[in-house]
Protein backbone atom coordinates (compact mmCIF):
# COMPACT_ATOMS: atom_id res chain seq x y z
CA UNK A 1 0.00 0.00 0.00
CA UNK A 2 1.27 3.78 -0.88
CA UNK A 3 0.63 6.81 1.21
CA UNK A 4 -2.70 8.01 1.18
CA UNK A 5 -2.85 11.41 -0.69
CA UNK A 6 -6.12 13.49 -0.70
CA UNK A 7 -7.29 12.49 -4.67
CA UNK A 8 -7.89 9.29 -3.16
CA UNK A 9 -10.23 10.65 -0.42
CA UNK A 10 -11.58 12.10 -3.64
CA UNK A 11 -12.21 9.11 -5.03
CA UNK A 12 -13.51 7.31 -2.45
CA UNK A 13 -16.56 10.37 -2.50
CA UNK A 14 -17.20 9.69 -5.83
CA UNK A 15 -17.31 5.93 -5.80
CA UNK A 16 -19.84 6.38 -2.74
CA UNK A 17 -17.04 4.55 -0.55
CA UNK A 18 -16.96 5.62 3.06
CA UNK A 19 -13.73 6.04 5.03
CA UNK A 20 -12.48 5.93 8.79
CA UNK A 21 -10.51 8.61 10.47
CA UNK A 22 -9.23 8.07 14.46
CA UNK A 23 -7.14 10.65 15.89
CA UNK A 24 -3.88 9.98 17.42
CA UNK A 25 -1.71 11.18 19.79
CA UNK A 26 1.38 8.63 19.91
CA UNK A 27 3.68 6.28 18.55
CA UNK A 28 2.02 3.05 19.57
CA UNK A 29 -1.68 3.88 18.38
CA UNK A 30 -0.46 5.05 15.34
CA UNK A 31 1.63 2.27 14.01
CA UNK A 32 -1.27 0.30 15.03
CA UNK A 33 -4.15 2.37 13.85
CA UNK A 34 -2.43 2.40 10.28
CA UNK A 35 -1.39 -1.01 10.02
CA UNK A 36 -5.29 -1.80 10.79
CA UNK A 37 -5.50 0.21 7.49
CA UNK A 38 -7.50 3.77 9.09
CA UNK A 39 -5.95 5.77 5.79
CA UNK A 40 -6.50 9.45 7.89
CA UNK A 41 -5.30 9.90 11.51
CA UNK A 42 -6.01 13.27 13.00
CA UNK A 43 -3.89 14.10 16.09
CA UNK A 44 -6.46 16.71 17.52
CA UNK A 45 -6.28 18.77 19.99
CA UNK A 46 -8.72 16.56 21.86
CA UNK A 47 -4.98 15.74 22.83
CA UNK A 48 -5.59 18.46 25.60
CA UNK A 49 -8.40 16.26 27.29
CA UNK A 50 -6.85 12.66 26.32
CA UNK A 51 -2.67 13.27 26.70
CA UNK A 52 -2.52 16.26 29.15
CA UNK A 53 -5.58 15.77 31.10
CA UNK A 54 -7.51 19.57 30.41
CA UNK A 55 -10.99 19.85 31.28
CA UNK A 56 -11.10 21.51 27.41
CA UNK A 57 -9.48 21.97 24.32
CA UNK A 58 -8.82 25.50 24.79
CA UNK A 59 -5.31 25.18 27.20
CA UNK A 60 -3.70 23.42 24.50
CA UNK A 61 -0.62 25.00 22.61
CA UNK A 62 1.04 24.33 19.28
CA UNK A 63 4.59 23.28 20.99
CA UNK A 64 2.36 21.18 23.53
CA UNK A 65 0.89 19.56 20.02
CA UNK A 66 3.78 19.45 17.75
CA UNK A 67 5.77 16.51 19.42
CA UNK A 68 2.77 14.77 19.07
CA UNK A 69 2.75 15.38 15.80
CA UNK A 70 5.80 14.60 14.63
CA UNK A 71 5.30 10.76 16.66
CA UNK A 72 2.24 10.14 14.71
CA UNK A 73 3.92 11.20 11.50
CA UNK A 74 6.95 9.30 12.19
CA UNK A 75 5.31 6.12 12.85
CA UNK A 76 2.49 6.06 10.55
CA UNK A 77 3.51 4.56 6.55
CA UNK A 78 0.70 4.76 4.75
CA UNK A 79 -2.09 6.99 6.35
CA UNK A 80 -2.39 10.93 5.89
CA UNK A 81 -1.83 12.49 8.72
CA UNK A 82 -3.68 15.97 9.79
CA UNK A 83 -2.67 18.23 12.55
CA UNK A 84 -4.99 20.10 14.51
CA UNK A 85 -4.41 23.81 14.52
CA UNK A 86 -5.13 24.50 18.15
CA UNK A 87 -7.47 27.88 19.86
CA UNK A 88 -5.99 30.94 19.69
CA UNK A 89 -2.98 29.95 17.17
CA UNK A 90 -4.70 30.51 13.74
CA UNK A 91 -8.08 32.72 14.08
CA UNK A 92 -6.03 36.53 14.45
CA UNK A 93 -4.98 36.31 10.79
CA UNK A 94 -4.04 34.56 7.28
CA UNK A 95 -0.43 35.36 8.02
CA UNK A 96 -0.78 33.92 11.60
CA UNK A 97 -2.31 30.84 10.59
CA UNK A 98 0.65 30.13 7.52
CA UNK A 99 3.11 31.11 10.27
CA UNK A 100 1.56 27.81 12.61
CA UNK A 101 0.32 25.44 9.70
CA UNK A 102 3.70 26.28 8.50
CA UNK A 103 5.33 24.97 11.89
CA UNK A 104 3.30 21.89 11.92
CA UNK A 105 4.10 20.90 8.50
CA UNK A 106 7.97 21.18 8.95
CA UNK A 107 8.39 20.24 12.04
CA UNK A 108 5.98 17.83 12.99
CA UNK A 109 5.76 16.51 9.29
CA UNK A 110 2.30 16.88 8.81
CA UNK A 111 0.39 15.87 5.70
CA UNK A 112 -2.22 18.64 5.91
CA UNK A 113 -3.68 20.38 8.97
CA UNK A 114 -7.35 21.12 10.36
CA UNK A 115 -9.07 24.30 11.89
CA UNK A 116 -12.15 25.61 12.82
CA UNK A 117 -14.65 27.73 11.58
CA UNK A 118 -16.43 27.98 8.25
CA UNK A 119 -17.00 31.40 6.68
CA UNK A 120 -15.28 33.56 9.10
CA UNK A 121 -11.96 31.20 8.67
CA UNK A 122 -12.25 31.26 4.61
CA UNK A 123 -9.41 34.09 4.26
CA UNK A 124 -6.99 31.57 6.29
CA UNK A 125 -7.78 28.19 4.76
CA UNK A 126 -7.05 30.46 1.16
CA UNK A 127 -4.11 31.13 2.97
CA UNK A 128 -2.86 28.13 3.74
CA UNK A 129 -3.75 26.24 0.27
CA UNK A 130 -1.69 29.06 -1.28
CA UNK A 131 1.14 27.87 0.11
CA UNK A 132 0.68 24.21 -0.36
CA UNK A 133 -0.84 23.41 2.80
CA UNK A 134 -3.92 21.01 2.42
CA UNK A 135 -6.55 22.10 5.31
CA UNK A 136 -9.43 20.07 6.73
CA UNK A 137 -12.33 22.61 7.55
CA UNK A 138 -14.23 21.29 10.84
CA UNK A 139 -17.86 23.04 11.51
CA UNK A 140 -21.07 22.23 13.12
CA UNK A 141 -20.46 22.06 16.83
CA UNK A 142 -16.90 23.26 17.42
CA UNK A 143 -15.04 22.72 20.69
CA UNK A 144 -12.60 25.66 20.62
CA UNK A 145 -16.10 28.06 20.24
CA UNK A 146 -17.80 26.03 23.51
CA UNK A 147 -17.95 29.17 25.62
CA UNK A 148 -19.11 31.10 23.01
CA UNK A 149 -21.76 28.59 21.70
CA UNK A 150 -23.24 27.95 25.80
CA UNK A 151 -21.91 24.33 25.78
CA UNK A 152 -21.80 21.11 23.70
CA UNK A 153 -24.80 21.63 21.97
CA UNK A 154 -25.88 19.95 18.27
CA UNK A 155 -25.43 22.47 15.46
CA UNK A 156 -27.42 23.13 12.42
CA UNK A 157 -30.88 22.48 13.51
CA UNK A 158 -33.76 23.92 11.99
CA UNK A 159 -32.60 27.38 10.24
CA UNK A 160 -28.72 27.25 11.28
CA UNK A 161 -29.10 24.27 8.71
CA UNK A 162 -28.80 26.71 5.81
CA UNK A 163 -25.72 28.31 7.57
CA UNK A 164 -23.77 25.24 8.21
CA UNK A 165 -24.01 24.94 4.60
CA UNK A 166 -22.92 28.48 3.34
CA UNK A 167 -19.79 27.49 6.11
CA UNK A 168 -19.53 24.48 4.43
CA UNK A 169 -19.68 25.74 0.89
CA UNK A 170 -16.98 28.69 1.86
CA UNK A 171 -14.74 25.88 2.96
CA UNK A 172 -14.83 24.36 -0.30
CA UNK A 173 -14.60 27.60 -2.28
CA UNK A 174 -11.54 28.24 -0.11
CA UNK A 175 -10.13 24.93 -1.20
CA UNK A 176 -10.56 22.67 1.61
CA UNK A 177 -9.69 19.32 0.97
CA UNK A 178 -12.47 17.74 3.32
CA UNK A 179 -15.07 19.15 6.31
CA UNK A 180 -15.46 17.76 9.43
CA UNK A 181 -19.21 17.87 11.04
CA UNK A 182 -19.92 17.86 14.63
CA UNK A 183 -22.74 17.41 16.50
CA UNK A 184 -25.41 18.44 14.05
CA UNK A 185 -28.67 16.55 12.88
CA UNK A 186 -28.13 13.74 10.70
CA UNK A 187 -30.93 15.34 7.43
CA UNK A 188 -28.35 18.37 7.62
CA UNK A 189 -25.32 16.53 7.24
CA UNK A 190 -26.76 14.13 4.55
CA UNK A 191 -27.87 17.57 2.60
CA UNK A 192 -23.99 19.07 3.12
CA UNK A 193 -22.78 15.87 2.03
CA UNK A 194 -24.79 15.66 -1.35
CA UNK A 195 -24.27 19.75 -2.20
CA UNK A 196 -20.29 19.46 -1.67
CA UNK A 197 -17.75 18.07 -4.04
CA UNK A 198 -15.55 17.49 -1.26
CA UNK A 199 -15.65 14.72 1.42
CA UNK A 200 -17.52 15.53 4.94
CA UNK A 201 -16.56 13.49 7.50
CA UNK A 202 -19.15 12.76 10.53
CA UNK A 203 -19.02 12.98 14.26
CA UNK A 204 -22.52 12.97 15.84
CA UNK A 205 -23.22 13.41 12.04
CA UNK A 206 -25.76 10.35 11.59
CA UNK A 207 -25.01 7.82 8.65
CA UNK A 208 -24.36 9.67 5.59
CA UNK A 209 -21.52 11.52 5.88
CA UNK A 210 -18.33 10.62 3.45
CA UNK A 211 -16.12 9.50 6.24
CA UNK A 212 -16.73 8.87 10.24
CA UNK A 213 -14.25 9.93 12.73
CA UNK A 214 -13.89 9.16 16.22
CA UNK A 215 -11.78 10.03 19.36
CA UNK A 216 -9.34 6.81 19.30
CA UNK A 217 -9.64 6.85 23.35
CA UNK A 218 -13.34 6.99 23.48
CA UNK A 219 -13.69 4.10 20.82
CA UNK A 220 -11.30 1.70 22.39
CA UNK A 221 -12.21 2.65 26.13
CA UNK A 222 -9.46 3.80 27.92
CA UNK A 223 -11.94 6.76 29.31
CA UNK A 224 -14.26 5.10 31.67
CA UNK A 225 -16.39 7.87 32.31
CA UNK A 226 -19.38 9.27 30.21
CA UNK A 227 -19.12 9.44 26.93
CA UNK A 228 -21.35 11.19 24.65
CA UNK A 229 -24.16 10.00 22.48
CA UNK A 230 -22.40 9.79 19.64
CA UNK A 231 -18.84 7.69 20.68
CA UNK A 232 -19.43 4.28 20.40
CA UNK A 233 -16.82 1.57 22.55
CA UNK A 234 -15.43 -0.87 20.52
CA UNK A 235 -13.05 -2.46 23.65
CA UNK A 236 -12.60 -2.05 26.83
CA UNK A 237 -8.86 -0.89 27.32
CA UNK A 238 -9.01 0.85 29.96
CA UNK A 239 -10.57 -2.82 31.41
CA UNK A 240 -7.67 -4.28 30.20
CA UNK A 241 -4.92 -2.02 31.52
CA UNK A 242 -6.34 -1.64 34.93
CA UNK A 243 -6.23 -5.72 34.70
CA UNK A 244 -3.09 -6.01 33.75
CA UNK A 245 -1.71 -3.91 36.42
CA UNK A 246 -3.26 -5.29 39.03
CA UNK A 247 -2.21 -8.28 38.01
CA UNK A 248 1.32 -7.02 37.81
CA UNK A 249 0.66 -5.63 41.43
CA UNK A 250 -0.28 -8.64 42.83
CA UNK A 251 2.56 -10.62 41.64
CA UNK A 252 5.20 -8.27 43.14
CA UNK A 253 3.52 -8.22 46.41
CA UNK A 254 3.28 -11.84 46.51
CA UNK A 255 6.96 -12.82 45.06
CA UNK A 256 5.43 -14.30 42.06
CA UNK A 257 7.02 -11.97 39.62
CA UNK A 258 9.70 -12.01 38.37
CA UNK A 259 10.25 -16.09 37.78
CA UNK A 260 13.70 -17.85 37.12
CA UNK A 261 13.05 -17.15 33.21
CA UNK A 262 12.81 -13.40 33.39
CA UNK A 263 16.07 -13.46 36.04
CA UNK A 264 19.84 -13.52 34.86
CA UNK A 265 22.44 -15.89 36.38
O1 LIG B 1 -9.62 17.12 18.13
C1 LIG B 1 -10.36 16.21 17.70
O2 LIG B 1 -10.34 15.06 18.18
C2 LIG B 1 -11.25 16.53 16.60
C3 LIG B 1 -12.16 15.45 16.08
C4 LIG B 1 -13.23 15.14 17.06
C5 LIG B 1 -12.71 15.78 14.73
O3 LIG B 1 -11.24 17.64 16.14
NA1 LIG C 1 -10.11 19.18 17.31
Redesign the pocket.
Known sequence: RRRVRIPHLQQLKERGENWPML?SYDMYTARIFDQAGIPVL?V???AANNVYGYES?LPVTVDELLPLVRAVTGAAEHALVVA?LPFGSYQGSPEQALATATRFMKEGRAHAV?LEGGRRYAAQVEALVSAGIPVMG?IGFTPQSEHGLGGYRVQGRGDQAAELLADAQALQEAGAFAV?L?MVPAEAAKHVTAELRIPTVG?GAGPDTDGQ?L?WTDMAGMNTGRTARFVKRYADLGGVLADAAGRFADEVRGGSFPAAEHSFN
Request: hydrophobic fraction near 35%.
Open positions: TLGDSSDKHVEIVV
